[in-house]
């Protein structure tokens, strides 16, 4: 067998074992960017779940000091008031803005600091039923509420379901 000059069979295998090096070695680099990309956004998504809970669990904290505090001065001004009428009123000298006295109800709105609001009412039980030891209200709601209503960006036309597409 005769061999010809310049031509090496050991060659190609070489240089295809290199290009399939190669090609390994850039999925490699290309998949560890995209896993580290990954990380990155679930890191800062983390963040801001972790800023949001710690928010929420502060302005509810605060709530449940409103209600402690304002189930006491009910209890206090009910002890000083001799009559509903007098109640009331006291209820609405100490209370001011949170009281509503048409229906007996006192409403706190607690800032998360996050673009909502903690909405707290409560319905206060009638004069008679006041009392040292007891929730003197029934929490009617505490939900967590928009500061900002969501407005939807209907300027891009998208189908419905109902029309024919031309």
Do not use: H
């Amino acid at each position: 067998m005769e061999k010809k000059k310049g031509f090496n069979n050991r060659g190609v295998q070489i240089g295809t074992s290199s290009l399939l090096l190669i090609f390994t070695v850039l999925c490699l680099v290309v998949f560890s960017t995209l896993s580290l990309a990954s990380a990155r956004a679930d890191y800062r998504l983390a963040v801001k779940t972790q800023q949001s809970v710690k928010a929420y669990y502060a302005a509810d904290a605060r709530g449940e000091e409103l209600k402690r505090d304002m189930n006491r001065k009910l209890i206090q001004l009910a002890k000083e008031a001799p009559s509903e009428e007098v109640f009331r009123n006291l209820v609405q000298q100490n209370f001011k803005q949170a009281f509503d006295q048409s229906s007996n109800q006192i409403s706190y709105a607690v800032d998360t600091g996050s673009g909502q609001l903690l909405r707290i009412q409560f319905q206060l039980l009638p004069y008679e039923e006041m009392e040292e030891g007891k929730a003197n209200y029934k929490i009617l709601s505490w939900s967590i509420q928009n500061k900002e209503d969501y407005e939807v960006d209907s300027k891009m036309p998208v189908w419905n379901g109902n029309e024919d597409i031309d």
